[in-house]
């Protein structure tokens, strides 16, 4: 998996986001994560090869998520799409 590690000030959550290549939503939310100085880590589905990329499908799946962006916060809680204030409330953020 081609997993990006983007370095921030902020490591007080382990924060892994499941996005695509094209999604303007999937931009807005790495944006957002930029602006706050979040650490965190992404993957852009679409440019996985085959099994790479049913193998992070079915993890979606198997998570009852079936939207980009998907952030994974501590590896527990899933944020469904471009949400800030679920978002800020899941990082502890004002």
């Not at 007080?12 to 499941?18: A, E, L, Q, T």
């Not at 790495?30 to 790479?52: A, C, N, P």
């Not at 193998?55 to 079936?66: D, N, P, Q, T, V």
Request: proline residues 1%.
């Amino acid at each position: 998996m081609n997993v990006v590690k983007v370095q921030g000030g902020n490591k007080n959550h382990k924060v892994f986001m499941y996005a695509l290549s094209t999604c303007v939503w999937c931009k807005r939310t790495k944006q957002f994560l930029k602006d706050k100085d979040i650490d965190h880590e992404y993957v852009d589905v679409d440019l996985e090869s085959g099994e790479e990329r049913r193998k992070i499908e079915r993890e979606l799946a198997s998570r009852e998520c079936y939207v980009y962006p998907a952030l994974l916060i501590d590896g527990r809680r899933l944020v469904k799409g471009f949400n800030v204030e679920e978002i800020k409330e899941a990082l502890g953020l004002r």
